[in-house]
Nanobody, 121 residues
Framework: VQLVESGGGLVQAGGSLRLSCAVS????????MEWCRQAPGKQRELVAQ????????KYADSVKGRFAISRDNARNTMFLQMNSLKPADTAVYYC???????????????WGQGIQVTVSS
């Protein structure tokens, strides 16, 4: 499957952005989804995680109460709503899905290409 992210950009501190990740392919199902980020000089970190049915979500302590992960099942699109943004949120954001690919008969992780989010002070 392929993942294409959109919605990044430059925003002032305190502002909001919504990232989207469109998942495409044939004959697959999504088991879990994640948003991760990587700031310059730092390791990639998990930001938010959600099971396919929404029964379980997990957030990094640094974004709890400000970010929300969601999914539009009909459009195979996942979202990351980011509110009250801080300069420390500046990073390249990546979406990732754990998919079962019925065509290949295997389960694997698929990553988006990454999208820049810059928060100015």
């Amino acid at each position: 499957v392929q993942l294409v992210e959109s919605g990044g950009g430059l925003v002032q501190a305190g502002g909001s952005l919504r990232l989207s990740c469109a998942v495409s392919g044939s004959s697959f199902s999504i088991h879990a989804m994640e948003w991760c980020r990587q700031a310059p000089g730092k390791q990639r970190e998990l930001v938010a995680q959600r099971t396919s049915d929404g029964g379980s979500t997990k957030y990094a302590d640094s974004v709890k109460g400000r970010f929300a992960i969601s999914r539009d099942n009909a459009r195979n699109t996942m979202f990351l709503q980011m509110n009250s943004l801080k300069p420390a949120d500046t990073a390249v954001y990546y979406c990732k899905v754990d998919v079962m690919d019925y065509g290949l008969g295997m389960e694997y992780d698929s990553w988006g290409q990454g999208i820049q989010v810059t928060v100015s002070s």
